[in-house]
């Protein structure tokens, strides 16, 4: 029997917002990850022809990084907006803009066609993307956090994280079936633009499902109480500075492991050991386990709390990635998915399961868009976004040894570890008979 099975009341109703929060952030991510897919395999070749690979490799992932430093641009203009006009509209620009900047990059002729302007090109592009996701996470999360029940936050919001999940396995998938259907010389020609021209059809399919969600009763309530304020984003500097705090550092040890596992592996492999497959392959298994283990996680989250959960997977990922590097130079790639499912379903989805709701609870319902979309675009620029291009350089910095790499880890999981305990937890305080204020219940 599944956690869904087992509350059908509580789902009456809702299950329009689990699927509108799902296949939104599956399409967005699909595109985003289409991109880190092809950084790593195919860009470096294709945009940025070089005699040195590394450095060629380093470009690409520097492109990559342009995508993560405008998501708080996004997520600042989303949240003003979506502060004080409706979490809804904001959705569906974000994915009309994400589908449409996939599919430029689909159709972008390479450097060898028309030089420098192919670069410019992928770079707006590129930054297009960064708008659309920075807009895109924190409507998502709050779609379905603040549609959910008392006690089933973190189960609701896992949702809107599976769709990540579900959109790098989309992604993963289709690179390994457009590999698998053709040859190294049809792959580099024109093979690698069929996942990025796919995504039209993907936008349809998420903005049917979303459009037909309205806004949560608290949101609405606000509205009519004429409570929504004038500049929500400097309120939340002013006012709910240390919730902001709270959330960037929670963003830092979870996204940097996601980088090196879902993008930097793969180059590195591919470099390395001349394996392309592998670890696409091991993402997709990856992704695929973790449409299960998000909610289950999220679920968990909601029974014992976030933080004694997001401390224990903060301190796992800073042991496990020194062993990780040491079996991506000399173990049996055979076994890459178990380190895979160690790393991201056990680990890094523990973290990630329960983070919309967690990011959520740090913020009052006036200020909570622009609050959890600040944070959590600001914490993804500073680890995500540029972990696989400093890791790049890192390798190089370190004589090609990757120490230097699980030492930046092994910091950023320093500094979310200080995060998660300054972090409000109503659910672990409730559960310990400790004073709380819920600021869901507060303002519903």
């Known amino acids: 029997m599944t956690v869904l099975e087992t509350r059908p009341p509580v789902l009456h109703g809702k299950k329009r917002v689990l699927a509108a929060a799902f296949v939104g952030t599956a399409v967005e991510w699909y595109d985003f990850y289409a991109y880190g897919t092809a950084a790593a395999l195919i860009f470096n070749a294709q945009f940025f022809p070089t005699d040195s690979p590394a450095a060629g490799t380093l470009a690409s992932f520097g492109t990559f990084a342009v995508g993560f430093i405008a998501r708080p641009l996004g997520g600042i203009i989303a949240g003003h907006l979506g502060d004080r006009i409706g979490r809804k509209a904001l959705l569906a620009v974000s ?95 024109y093979g690698w633009r069929i996942p990025f021209l796919a995504s039209a059809l993907l936008v349809g399919v998420g903005l049917y499902i979303r459009l037909g969600v309205e806004d949560a009763p608290a949101f609405k309530k606000l509205k009519i109480e004429d409570r929504v304020v004038r500049a929500p984003a400097l309120d939340v500097v002013r006012h709910e500075w240390r919730g902001l705090l709270v959330t960037i550092g929670l963003r830092l040890a979870q996204p940097g492991l996601f980088a090196i596992l879902a993008i930097y592996m793969i180059g590195y492999l591919a470099s390395r050991r001349g394996d392309s497959t ?83 609870e740090q913020f009052p319902v006036h200020l909570r868009y622009s609050g959890v979309s600040m944070g959590c675009q600001i914490g993804t620029v500073l680890s995500g976004g540029l972990t696989p291009v400093i890791a790049a350089a890192l390798l190089l910095a370190a004589g090609n040894q990757p120490w230097l790499i699980c030492a930046y880890i092994t910091v950023l999981c320093a500094l979310s570890f200080v995060a998660a305990l300054a972090a409000k937890d109503p659910i672990h305080d409730r559960l310990k008979g400790r004073p709380t204020i819920d600021v869901f219940e507060e303002n519903q």
């Open 278 to 360: 592998s670890g696409v392959a091991a993402v997709a298994i990856g992704s695929a386990i973790g449409l299960a283990s998000g909610p289950l996680w999220g679920w968990a989250s909601d029974k014992w709390g976030r933080r004694p959960i997001a401390i224990a997977a903060i301190i796992g990922i800073a042991v496990f990635i020194w062993p990780f590097f040491w079996f991506l130079d000399h173990g049996s790639l055979v076994l890459l998915p178990v380190m895979m499912i160690l790393g991201m379903n056990i680990l890094h989805d523990a973290i990630y399961g329960p983070q919309a709701a967690w990011f959520a």
């Open 95 to 189: 994915l009309v803009l994400m589908g449409l900047a996939s599919t430029g990059i689909g159709l972008l002729p390479n450097y060898a066609s028309i030089g420098m302007a192919a670069v410019i090109g992928l770079v707006i592009l590129r930054l297009l993307q960064g708008l659309a996701c920075g807009a895109e996470w924190g409507g998502s999360a709050l779609l379905s956090v603040e549609h959910a029940p008392r006690g089933l936050r973190g189960f609701f919001g896992s949702f809107t994280q599976v769709g990540s999940a579900a959109g790098m396995l989309l992604a993963t998938g289709s690179f390994a079936l457009v590999q698998a259907l053709t040859t190294d010389e049809q792959f580099q020609a």
